[in-house]
């Protein structure tokens, strides 16, 4: 299992970044994500890849990739 940390853009609120974890714990693979609305951040753990997690993210409406990119 591994870590993944994601740049998330276009939250507003909790609701947004609860919509955001509940996409990213859809993603098969996901054991838990964590979404942090202040740092516009989201850590995940699972095996799931990036750009799965990058793309129930951006279903979801925000815009997302990985940190540091």
Do not use: F
């Not at 740092?39 to 979801?60: K, Q």
């Amino acid at each position: 299992m591994t870590t993944k940390e994601l740049k998330i853009e276009g939250m507003s609120c909790s609701h947004c970044s609860a919509a955001v974890a509940r996409a990213l714990e859809s993603v098969n693979g996901v054991v838990r994500a964590r979404v942090d609305l202040a740092g516009g951040t989201a850590t995940v753990e699972g095996d799931a890849s990036v750009d799965r997690l990058v793309a129930a993210v951006v279903a979801e409406g925000y815009r997302a990739a990985p940190l540091g990119s």
